[in-house]
């Protein structure tokens, strides 16, 4: 039997990923969805299945999402952007009968707040010292320089060195910044799935050879037990089911220790897709009730990224007022 499957954040690297791997399976019928008309993901599915939305930030941003649920008798909803995903999981009894296809709104909340992330992993024995900025970060004795960044927000906006206590005295104490340990080692994404019931299927470590606005453009997959181990630890302790990208990075000793999580699709997909462990894939299939394998094996593989172009017919391009806007978390 077919299943209907709406992807949104059409636009980005990881909903490209995503739709092109779904599009593999013919028993899926993929539709694909945007805030923007220009977003090239819109246009590899056919014309009759390409939707428009509005900013994940919008208040008829789900009430949308729920009328193609019922107009287009979706199956499952799979969402590629941070801000949509928190909107549609605190809402997703709206969706029915349609699956979110998305960690809990507890995991999503517990990964997108570092400090909450930190606090949730200590136990794994990975997680480098964190505090807030102020009277919690001045009281530890931090080896300098230490690191700075927002404790909610993606990419490296806001990150700063902190060269010595005075500058670990003179951070400002309304921007919500967290203090952490600086890790001076490689840094490595892990992109991991987990069954319905917590349990690790995969988890594939890759490097960041070359990266563009914050997302991977070269790199490979490596095999390395301590990678693997430490991020299916960290997907574990918050509870993940689902997909989940853990950015690891060594510390002064050389273990791997927990950066952030990013509780959705990455941006590289492709390269782990290629290794052996089609994500996207599986996650349609656990979400629609299907059982998964208990655990797959990847390979050692490299990729560089390129662009490429989609032609259309110019009256096939969808009219947006959000062209060309960009949502951040």
Known sequence: ??????????????????????????????????????????????????????????????????????????????????????????????????????PSKE?????????????????????????LAGADADAIDWEFPAFAKPRQGAGSRGVRLVPDRAALQALPLDEGLIVQDFLPGEEYSVDVIADAAGEIVAAVPRTRARVDSGVAIAGRTVHDPELEETAAAIARAIGLVGVANVQLRRDRSGRAVLLEVNPRFPGALPLTIAAGVDIPSLVADLYLGRDLPARIPFREVASVRFLEDVIVEVDEVLVSAHAGHQEEL
């Open 1 to 102: 039997m077919t299943a209907r499957v709406l992807v949104t954040g059409a636009g980005g690297p990881a909903g490209v990923a995503v739709i092109r791997s779904l599009l593999r399976r013919p028993d899926l019928t993929v539709f694909a969805a945007d805030m923007d008309g220009w977003a090239s993901g819109i246009y590899l599915v056919p014309e009759d299945q390409r939707r428009l939305v509005p900013p994940g930030r919008d208040e008829d941003f789900v009430p949308t999402v729920a009328r193609m649920v019922a107009e287009d008798r979706l199956d499952l909803v799979i969402s590629t952007v941070d801000v949509e995903l928190i909107a549609l999981a605190g809402r997703r009894d709206e969706l029915a009968p349609a699956v979110l296809a998305a």
């Open 107 to 131: 995991t999503l909340d517990t990964a997108l707040d570092k400090l909450a992330l930190a606090e949730r992993c200590e136990s794994t024995g990975r997680v480098p010292r964190t505090a």
